[in-house]
């Protein structure tokens, strides 16, 4: 079968799922489908399209190296250690806000974060590190281990209208429990470590989605004010729910309800 | 000129530094926060009318258990309740069956306690009393500080009236 025909076929079974999975989670058929779209992920042409956006913007692969003062053998590894503190920045930044800096360096005016242009460049860029086990490091300097309390902080603050945190339906002990018929993740482990894995085709939106924009649809659903990709509490609840799949390795674009 | 051309300018020309704080977003959300954060806990006092066997109240606690909000809820709208607010967005409902098992739920959850036969387990034999119950989806932190359950009253999610008839909703005896 012709890849644009897969593709094709790909979505529109996506937003079939997207319509019965709604209420329900997956069934038999679902979880067939699942297995068959994860070898024709949705996405690979937004990482297609991803990768000419950084050509023309930052210089491609070779470009990106050099803004980062690495190797381009070095760049996989480079990119991995993300989120990450960078003095040039004077704060912790995600991947799409060092490409901001880059496409400034460039002479490009950047895109805005939440722009399908820097969703499809950024996720392409995180990309380049699969295979790679996520890097992190909280202990680098005072900025990281700061970006890490304010999101741990963030991550446990019960607030929004039904007074819930992310730590009500994401706590250890709140693992495997069900919510409506959704089974409660365990954000670091192996079959889910939502860090290596997003950004994701998010099969119930039929979108390319960043984690920070994950973490937006959780706020959204349990009633919690919607916080703003890039603020430093999204980089601080990224920072710390990317240290819970610290090891784990990168497969980019993942592939989620 | 643009900003951020001038920058570039600036560091392709080796005049400056390279300094790209000023390049990238960083919008504040302490605000939002802090508007969004949760009030203390609060003890509450049941109303000396709260519950009642009156069907209409009964069906509309009934139908805010089981339903997360006006744009979703399935069903005949029972009577004093209303799919919108003031403000024309749809209502906030319990979603309660997200976390708790009840007579007629339909794809429960079991975050929280099974409520099935509340009145016969928990009310008859004297382990739970109604106040108790309003209290707890009032605010549940009273006796749980770290409680996953939602807060309802603290929040003004509902108010008093409506967290009477869930109230009344769970207690009363059902077929």
């Not at chain 1, 024709?40 to 210089?59: C, H, K, Q, T, Y």
């Amino acid at each position: 079968m012709k890849k644009s025909i897969k593709i094709a076929l790909a979505l529109l079974l996506a937003s079939n799922v997207a319509m019965a999975s709604d209420q329900f989670s997956m069934s038999e058929a679902d979880k067939a489908m699942y297995a068959e779209m994860l070898e024709n992920n949705p996405a690979d042409i937004m990482i297609e399209s991803g990768s000419e956006l950084l050509e023309a913007n930052v210089g491609g692969n070779a470009g990106l190296a050099k803004f980062l003062k690495v190797s381009e053998d070095e760049l996989p590894k480079m990119i991995a250690s993300f989120p990450r503190y960078m003095e040039e920045f004077k704060m912790v930044v995600g991947l799409d806000q060092m490409l901001q800096g880059a496409m400034s360096a460039n002479g490009h005016k950047p895109f805005t974060l939440k722009s399908k242009e820097m969703f499809e460049m950024s996720s392409y860029v995180k990309s380049i590190a699969n295979g790679e086990p996520m890097s992190i490091d909280i202990h680098a300097n005072k900025h990281m281990e700061e970006a890490y309390a304010l999101g741990e902080k963030t991550f446990a603050q019960k607030r929004g209208g039904r007074g819930l945190s992310c730590m009500s339906c994401h706590s250890p002990d709140a693992i495997g429990m069900l919510l409506r018929t959704q089974g409660l993740p365990d954000l670091g482990a192996p079959e889910t470590k939502a860090a290596a894995t997003w950004p994701a085709y998010r099969m119930t939106k039929s979108a390319l989605t960043t984690l920070q924009k994950r973490f937006q649809g959780c706020m959204e659903n349990a009633l919690l004010a919607v916080i703003p990709l890039g603020s430093k509490e999204m980089v601080g609840l990224e920072v710390y729910v990317t240290e819970k799949s610290k090891g784990h390795t990168i497969a980019i674009p993942g592939l989620k309800r | 000129m643009k900003s951020s051309l001038i920058v570039s300018l600036l560091l392709a020309s080796g005049l400056m530094a390279a300094d790209y704080s000023k390049v990238v977003e960083q919008p504040d959300a302490s605000e939002i926060i802090k508007k969004d954060l949760l009030g203390p806990v609060t003890t509450y006092k049941m109303p000396a009318d709260c519950i009642t066997d009156d069907a209409k109240a009964i069906a509309r606690g009934a139908y805010i258990f089981h339903n997360l909000n006006g744009d979703k809820a399935k069903g005949d709208l029972p009577e004093g309740l209303s799919k919108k607010n003031p403000d024309g967005k749809a209502k906030q409902y319990g979603n309660c069956v997200a976390c708790h098992n009840i007579e007629g739920a339909k794809g429960a959850g079991n975050i929280g306690p099974d409520l099935h036969a509340y009145h016969a387990n928990f009310i008859k034999t004297g382990a739970r009393d109604n106040a108790f119950v309003f209290q707890k989806i009032a605010d549940a932190r009273v006796d749980n500080a770290d409680t996953k359950m939602t807060i309802n009253l603290t929040t003004k999610l509902f108010n008093e009236r409506e967290i009477c008839d869930i109230t009344s909703y769970i207690v009363s005896i059902k077929k």
